[in-house]
C-alpha cells in the first residue's frame, strides 16, 4: 500500500467537494498575495518619488487612487472573463 492509498480502498481522504473547495481557498489565498505583491509594486514605485521614515499627504492620495483603479480594472477584466465564458 503506498502514502496514497487508504485502508479502505478509496483513493482519497477527502471528498471531491471537500478537495474543490480546499483548491479554491488555497488559490484565492495565491491570487491575493499576487495582488497584494503587484500592488505594492507598482503603486508604491509609481507614488513615493522621496522613501522615509513616513509618506506625505500627495504620496498616499496617489497611492490610495492607484490601488482604487488596479481594484476596478481587476473587477473589470473578472467579470469581461465572466461574461465570455457563457
Not at 44 to 50: A, P, Q, R, S, Y
Request: proline content about 3%.
Amino acid at each position: 500500500m503506498d502514502s496514497f492509498s487508504s485502508p479502505t480502498g478509496s483513493s482519497s481522504p477527502f471528498s471531491t467537494d471537500e478537495f474543490m473547495d480546499k483548491f479554491k481557498t488555497q488559490l484565492a489565498q495565491a491570487y491575493a498575495q499576487e495582488f497584494l505583491e503587484t500592488v505594492t509594486g507598482k503603486c508604491f514605485e509609481k507614488c513615493i518619488t522621496k522613501p522615509g521614515s513616513s509618506m506625505s499627504g500627495s504620496e498616499s492620495s496617489c497611492v490610495s487612487r492607484c490601488v482604487d483603479r488596479y481594484i476596478e480594472a481587476t473587477g473589470i477584466i473578472g467579470r469581461a472573463l465572466l461574461n465570455s465564458s457563457r
